[in-house]
């Protein structure tokens, strides 16, 4: 039985070497694991941190771009009101412009008509002037005749 005991001791202490080895070989394993884990972890924690820092920096940007937004859209608002009332003036202008040239039309015309009547008054003026002067000239003839015929009397 000493035999069979001593084989059976030899056996468990083999089979405990072998148990023991393997334990070794899963400690090691675990350890490598936990170290690959840590470093994930790590990686993933420095991942997450560079990420929540973009996103607050993002955060950040987007209240920057709001913020300009309604700067620009305010001014677009005022631009856009200033342009109603320049094409409103310019209307106004234009409108001016066409008024002015409508009554200059209408004075260049009353002038012409002026100036027309004019000449035909100055016409008719002359007439008369030269009527008046051949009556004169007439008068002046037959009291020269008269003044002739008495003196000769």
Do not use: H, P, W
Request: with cysteine.
């Amino acid at each position: 039985m000493l035999n069979s005991d001593t084989e059976s001791i030899a056996g468990l202490y083999q089979e405990n070497m072998q148990i023991r080895a393997k334990c070794g070989l899963l400690v090691e394993e675990m350890s490598k694991a936990k170290v690959q884990s840590e470093n994930q972890t790590n990686e993933l924690r420095r991942d997450l941190i560079e990420v929540v820092e973009q996103l607050s920096k993002a955060k950040s940007d987007n209240g920057v771009l709001l913020v300009k937004q309604e700067t620009l859209s305010e001014q677009v608002r005022i631009l856009r009101e200033r342009v109603l009332r320049l094409q409103t003036e310019l209307t106004t202008a234009r409108q001016k412009v066409l008024n002015s040239e409508n009554a200059r039309l209408n004075t260049e015309k009353q002038l012409e008509a002026i100036v027309q009547r004019s000449r035909i008054e100055l016409a008719d003026l002359r007439m008369e002037a030269q009527r008046q002067r051949i009556d004169i000239e007439r008068q002046r003839d037959e009291l020269a005749f008269q003044v002739q015929g008495t003196c000769l009397n």
